[in-house]
């Protein structure tokens, strides 16, 4: 994307940080170490200022080859320890609008016997229990996976598989219990896990951020949800779904539009809703330039009522 958003990176840092320590917390072992300040590698109740960057454990990340239009995992089977599991775990709290599973639904590649369910889901349902999903993380495009799939790519056994499940289920509660203080609704949202050098798991890349969840607030997305709504609705976006039917490995190839920066207020507000969040939920204000989640929400539906 071609914009830069002010501050987004500070406050995700700041938002991972509260989670990975939560985690923590709870007994699960993640890569995070802390945040820098300065010199010193610091809690994020230790920091003075908000800070963007944050030291972590150090995985390797084996990309699989390519061979024939297709991805080639063969590296899972030979390798153990100290690298990136190349799956993005996806839990589900309700189906929003805009979620991937109604696209699923209608092409096809997805049934309701998959989600548990015995009639067609709507936009904004709520289930009555989590639905954990699963996808490939280092392809050139997420592509959703069976479980069974999932196991096999990635060299996992049923233990791990069933491990991995438990730990985004419990991670799933921590994140809705502390955004629910802020008046957010955990509509779904991704995890990442590793292997250690002993091959233990552990949480990797980042929870709890408006990049890897999906939140309401009173039904309006608080999430980088808004920006994918803007570039919906453009000819580079259509040009890249054209581009993914033609191919699955090599599409950006075909993409010849560039993506249009965002409009000047939606990218003030996008920043200030980042900011916002941040501050709520560690409940601490780090960026007083910021107000509150609702203010921005209502402002912003003024100025972009669609």
């Known amino acids: 994307m071609p914009d830069h958003i002010h501050g987004k ?7 991972a940080a509260f ?13 995070y170490r802390g945040l820098v300040e300065g010199d010193e590698v610091k809690q994020l109740s230790e920091l003075k200022s908000p800070q963007s960057c ?3 454990e150090l995985l390797r990340v084996l990309k699989p080859g390519t061979r024939e239009n297709t991805y080639d995992y063969s590296i899972y089977t030979e390798e153990r320890c100290n690298f990136l599991i190349p799956l993005e775990i996806i839990y589900r709290n309700s189906l929003p609008e805009g979620s991937s599973v109604f696209k699923r639904l209608n092409e096809g590649v997805l049934s309701l016997e ?5 009639e067609k889901p709507y936009p904004g349902q709520v289930l009555e229990r989590p639905l954990l999903d699963v996808s490939t993380k280092l392809e050139a495009s997420d592509r959703y996976l069976s479980w069974h799939e999932a196991m096999r790519i990635a060299g996992l056994t049923e233990g791990e598989v069933e491990e991995v499940k438990r730990i985004t289920l419990l991670i799933n509660e921590i994140i809705t219990r502390e955004a629910g203080r802020a008046g957010l609704v955990n509509e779904d949202g991704k995890v990442e896990f590793g292997f250690d050098e002993r091959r233990d798991l552990m949480v990797v890349d980042a929870v709890g951020t408006l ?4 939140f309401t607030y009173e039904g ?8 994918r709504m803007f570039y919906r609705n453009t000819t580079w976006y259509r040009e890249v779904e054209e581009a993914k039917k033609e191919s699955k490995v090599g599409w950006k190839g075909l993409v010849k539009d560039e993506p249009p920066a965002l409009p000047h207020a939606l990218k003030n507000y996008i ?14 204000g780090w960026f007083e330039e910021a107000p509150s989640v609702r ?12």
Do not use: Q, W
């Open 295 to 306: 203010e921005i929400l209502e402002e912003l539906k003024e100025v972009f009522p669609s």
């Open 271 to 284: 920043s200030l809703l980042y900011k916002a969040y941040c501050n709520e939920v560690t409940r601490r």
């Open 54 to 56: 944050m030291e972590i």
């Open 211 to 214: 990049d890897e969840c999906r």
């Open 9 to 15: 990176g500070a406050a995700i840092c700041l938002t």
């Open 220 to 227: 309006m997305p608080v999430s980088k949800e808004i920006v």
């Open 114 to 118: 998959d989600l548990g369910l015995s």
């Open 19 to 31: 989670f990975f320590e939560r985690l923590e917390e709870e007994g699960i072992k993640t890569h």
